[in-house]
């Protein structure tokens, strides 16, 4: 069973930075995509960025030049570099991985970490 465990989330101050990990139980080569999402209190959940295996990046808008999302394959880890972090960066995070087996798609998610910017 594919365990995704984030790491590194906690309380900062507007204008602060924090880098969240996502440990994978297994090879991250196996999903085609991984990514972090966000909830904050009373919204759905939405994309922040995402990379696949072979290196295509997207950004949510909102984070674009403030964010920055790597993987390190040999780690099976994925880190989201947070700058400039605002308060209505408040959420709880979530890492998501992917995997396409031919017709059949898996999402995997793990439990979440919280971020907290106050101003």
């Known amino acids: 069973q594919v365990q995704l465990v984030e790491s590194g989330g906690g309380l900062v101050q507007f204008g602060g930075s924090l880098r969240l990990s996502c440990a994978a139980s297994?090879?991250?080569?196996?999903?085609?995509?991984m990514g972090w999402f966000r909830q904050g209190p009373g919204k759905e959940r939405e994309l922040v960025a995402t990379?696949?295996?072979?290196?295509?990046?997207t950004y949510a808008d909102s984070v674009k030049g403030r964010f920055t999302i790597s993987r390190d394959n040999a780690k099976n880890t994925v880190y989201l570099q947070m700058n400039s972090l605002k308060p209505e960066d408040t959420s709880v995070y979530y890492c998501?991985?992917?995997?396409?087996?031919?017709?059949?798609?898996?999402?995997?998610w793990g439990q979440g970490t919280q971020v907290t910017v106050s101003s």
């Open positions: 297994t090879t991250i080569s196996t999903f085609n995509t």
């Open positions: 990379i696949t295996t072979d290196g295509d990046i």
């Open positions: 998501s991985a992917r995997a396409l087996v031919r017709t059949l798609r898996y999402d995997y």
